[in-house]
């Protein structure tokens, strides 16, 4: 939960270095909770969330359009309430 606090409090003001870390960071984290479980079926529809969507939105940001990282913010909420 620690990485996420850390990735939902960036601004439009962090450096792309920074939110490329902290994504990667809940990205893995979230990588290794599923590794885990005892049946990670559940957990796909949290996972493609973020590998996929919230992914798409950090490359954007990347690219300069800081609207991005709100969109992606938000997926990764959306991906926390999905997860089991």
Same mark, same amino acid.
């Given at each position: 939960?620690?990485?996420?606090?850390? $990735? @939902?409090?960036?601004?439009? &003001?962090?450096?792309? *270095?920074?939110?490329? !870390?902290?994504?990667?960071?809940?990205?893995? $984290? @979230?990588?290794?909770?599923? &590794?885990?479980?005892? *049946?990670?079926?559940? !957990?796909?529809?949290?996972?493609?969330?973020?590998? @996929?969507?919230?992914?798409?939105?950090?490359?954007?940001?990347?690219?300069?359009?800081?609207?991005?990282?709100?969109?992606?913010?938000?997926?990764?909420?959306?991906?926390?309430?999905?997860?089991?």
């Amino acid at each position: 939960m620690l990485a996420e606090d850390r $990735l @939902l409090g960036l601004t439009p &003001e962090s450096s792309t *270095d920074e939110v490329a !870390y902290q994504f990667t960071e809940f990205l893995e $984290l @979230l990588w290794n909770v599923i &590794e885990v479980a005892p *049946d990670p079926a559940p !957990y796909t529809p949290a996972w493609n969330m973020i590998n @996929l969507y919230a992914k798409v939105d950090l490359l954007v940001f990347q690219q300069g359009n800081d609207a991005a990282l709100i969109r992606m913010q938000e997926k990764v909420r959306e991906a926390i309430e999905l997860l089991p």
